[in-house]
């Protein structure tokens, strides 16, 4: 049934250093008409395991986020495109719904939902999943390269919200998100610096316990047990530490 299944949309996935992701996302997406990898310089054994796919490969040094997915968004040759990371992975009955609304014809991006991999299972399904819109027509989404981390496509026209999720591994264990959270707390961090945006000492005493709250019981992680008390604490550290280094930008550069 699945073999027979087409999707006329092109799929994209920038890499770098991704051997232990990239076959799981590449096997997951082969339905489609079209998958476009863009390495900004592998060492490991990514591009090796890509080869063994149907994929396009181009290497375009590393400009920014934003910028990366800009680029790899313009090598797309069809209408509808899929912006995937190589620690995610799409599910069967999500590629049966992109392609439903496809042929609907009504819509012109599709928000999903995101299930994550966190310590050696998914989240209860009584915790409230993430969500992200990355299915979308490729004349209607522009990425604001202002947008040094997590970044999105920019869309208008019809969005259609659906339950159907998507699987995501990139915060599998402890430090592989502290190593994210690092990264990306330094890069919206001088995001918010550039904008002219300044920390408050409010801000910085309210946040840890705000976004613990937010998070553990408005998100309902209190529901997956230790692990969802654990990426609680994590995720309102990466809020703290975020507005801790916007402070630190403000000092460092006498504003």
Not at 120 to 128: P, V
Not at 145 to 155: K, M, V, Y
Not at 188 to 217: D, M, N, Q, R
Request: proline share 1%.
């Amino acid at each position: 049934m699945m073999s027979d299944f087409k999707i006329k949309a092109s799929v994209f996935i920038v890499t770098l250093n991704e051997e232990a992701n990239i076959g799981r996302v590449l096997a997951s997406c082969k339905e489609f008409d079209e998958i476009i990898v863009v390495d900004s310089g592998s060492t490991d054994e990514t591009l090796t395991i890509a080869k063994n796919f149907n994929v396009k490969i181009v290497h375009n040094d590393w400009p920014g986020y934003a910028a990366q997915k800009e680029y790899a968004m313009s090598l797309c040759s069809n209408e509808w495109v899929l912006n995937l990371d190589a620690d995610e992975e799409l599910t069967p009955e999500l590629k049966i719904k992109f392609k439903e609304i496809m042929d609907d014809g009504k819509y012109d991006s599709v928000r999903c939902q995101r299930k994550d991999y966190f310590m050696g299972s998914f989240f209860s399904e009584l915790t409230k999943k993430q969500n992200n819109c990355r299915f979308y027509k490729k004349d209607v989404a522009t990425f604001d390269q202002s947008r040094l981390a997590h970044e999105r496509a920019d869309i208008s026209g019809n969005q259609i919200f659906v339950k159907e999720a998507f699987n995501h591994y990139g915060y599998s264990d402890i430090e592989s998100i502290t190593t994210k959270n690092n990264i990306y707390s330094s890069l919206k961090a001088k995001e918010k610096f550039l904008k002219g945006k300044k920390g408050s000492f409010l801000k910085l005493l309210i946040s840890f316990p705000a976004f613990f709250i937010k998070t553990y019981l408005l998100q309902r992680y209190l529901f997956s047990g230790y692990r969802g008390f654990i990426i609680s604490i994590l995720t309102a550290y990466y809020m703290f530490i975020k507005e801790a280094k916007l402070i630190q930008y403000r000092e460092n550069n006498n504003e």
